[in-house]
């Protein structure tokens, strides 16, 4: 069964790996923990995430095989389906350099479970913003996953992770045109660029009972959850959301309701404790993860693990606005 992708919030799900046998503290962990992996997707999801993103960036997704990739999708998809929670549909990061690497991984994904593939433009590519021959060259790269995909596309434009290369309106209205491109997520942060793009796409309105068609506009960052609605997004795909799930489903649906003046101000609280969040990137995510849930671990090398100190300067940055995330109820 393949899920159809509805508007709301997307959680791109940690990666979660045992302990390595050596634990000297610049050892990288070993194998996949499929318990761990299953216990966080079910979380999510009765928090009220509308689906969850297997192997993002904020799943450590580069630093995974591919046999891995395939059964971070197959641990998710069975521990949903195994708890009733089998309508909330997978969307799997399946990103490579090339079009055949891309498409051997979304072949993959699709078996494990997924119901869509997110694509980031090529890292060896990049370019920078203007479009060019490499923007050229990316373009093409998309039309020709796209046209072999065994899932529908959601395009992953985030300059940070693809050597700077911005995917511009134009780009995105091009390629928005293929019938197997569904969507974006928008991690550049262009409220502007999402706007256009949407006001020539048939715009998509979110709604609360998550119903929608055509193309899928998603804010990347959960700082911009509210303004995204209000140009016509259709949600969110936000790492934030592994933390503060039922925060981040809060601030959408009172943007997609009209309860602007609340949207605002609980938008202003997640925009601060998200940044806390952000600027220390994988190993803060999986320390708060471990402090408050008893699990995270240690991310892959080359990425260190957040030093004492550190963490618990995080711990007591977003320590009022944790005891705010638990005090909401979850809703499935």
Known sequence: MTRTLVAGIYAPTQTFFLPAANTASNQTPGAL??????KHAIRLAKAGCTGLVCNGSNGEAALLTAEERAQVVKITREALDATGLDKVPIIAGT?????ADTLALTRDAAAAGADAVLVLS??????????GPAGAGIERFYQLVADESPLPLVLYNYPAAAAGFDLDSDALLRLASHPNIIGTKFTCGSVGKMARVIGQVAPVIS????TTSGY???SGVADFILPAVIVGGSGAIVGAAN???RACVEVYNLSVAGKLAEARTKQQALAKADWSLTKRAIPG???????YHGYGGLPRLPILPISAEAAAELYEEIGEYMKYEQSLPDVA
């Not at 709604?207 to 998550?210: C, G, I, R, S």
């Not at 995510?285 to 402090?291: E, Q, R, S």
């Open 95 to 99: 990103s490579a350099n090339s079009v």
């Open 285 to 291: 995510f999986k320390a708060i993860l471990d402090h």
């Open 243 to 245: 933390v503060f799930p």
């Open 122 to 131: 090529p890292t060896f590519v990049g370019g920078g913003i203007g479009m």
């Open 33 to 38: 923990d499929a318990a761990t992996i299953a």
């Open 216 to 218: 899928l506009a998603f």
């Open 207 to 210: 709604e609360l009972d998550n």
